[in-house]
């Protein structure tokens, strides 16, 4: 019997938890609504300069919330946009022992740097079936992130821009065997992924359709 698909999806920072037409909820009801598999989010609130106090709390929630669907046998999917693609990164590194069937990074604020932001290792040991990254050289908010860090990586701040530019040090047989996937949109803002023009299209994506 094929386990039952579980998408968990995280937004980014300053989300508005009380906004119930937030992307990640829309995502949420989009899966179950054409019976795709069960779907949760995450919705937490955190400010620019402060989002690094909580973000440890927030990777061990959802490593927790994982680890019951993955004892039940669920086939796992992880989504983030922008600084959740940085949460599901460490959730990937937190839970070594969970098999991810696929992960979806959306305008990732996270490491480019495949051997920092621990995809390589994920990939490697086969803990990960296929990366998928959703990237645009126009994204603003990411140059701003890539700057920010230049700055203030020092302290163990700043943001990462892999969503603007692309994978550095990949194992070059990721994409030859198709375990990364690269959707590149250099038209795209930072959240242009989730309009009213793409959001179907970008959820077809996520659903493998």
Known sequence: ??????????????????????????????????KHGVAETYGYHAFALTRWIEQRGHIARCSDELRYFAAAE????LVGHSNGCALLCGILKKCPEIYIDSVHLIAAAESPDFDANGLNEALRWKRVGKVHLYCSSSDTALKLAGWSKSLLGWAGLGYGNLGRVGPVNDDPKWRETWRLIQHWRNDFGHSTWFGENHFDG???LIAGL
């Not at 300053?14 to 899966?31: P, Q, S």
């Not at 669920?74 to 999917?77: C, E, F, K, Q, R």
């Open 1 to 34: 019997m094929i386990p039952d698909r579980y998408y968990l999806f995280v937004p980014g920072i300053r989300t508005d938890v009380e906004n119930r037409n937030g992307w990640h909820l829309r995502a949420a009801r989009w899966i179950e609504r054409n």
């Open 202 to 204: 970008t959820m077809q």
């Open 74 to 77: 669920y086939g796992i999917h």
